[in-house]
């Protein structure tokens, strides 16, 4: 599995304005699971990464510590 970089992922939405609430909604969890992601409780698998990636901006690669 790839490794999750939190900090990474804050900066890339704080980049495209996308907002925690809003990627919390399109994955049909509440924003509590950016803070389980920050905190290093839970990643998010392949399947949420590919939904966050739908929103504007990045792409999944971009959220991990692998580059193409």
Request: charge should be positive.
């Given at each position: 599995?790839?490794?999750?970089?939190?900090?990474?992922?804050e900066?890339l939405i704080?980049e495209?304005?996308?907002?925690?609430?809003?990627?919390?909604?399109?994955?049909?969890?509440?924003?509590?699971i950016?803070?389980d992601?920050?905190?290093?409780?839970?990643?998010?698998?392949?399947?949420?990464?590919?939904?966050?990636?739908?929103?504007p901006?990045?792409?999944?690669?971009?959220?991990?510590?692998?580059?193409?």
């Amino acid at each position: 599995a790839d490794l999750f970089v939190y900090t990474r992922f804050e900066a890339l939405i704080r980049e495209t304005g996308v907002t925690k609430a809003s990627i919390a909604r399109r994955l049909g969890r509440t924003p509590t699971i950016c803070q389980d992601w920050k905190a290093g409780k839970s990643e998010p698998n392949d399947e949420q990464l590919s939904i966050v990636a739908s929103a504007p901006g990045p792409t999944p690669v971009s959220y991990t510590h692998l580059t193409l």
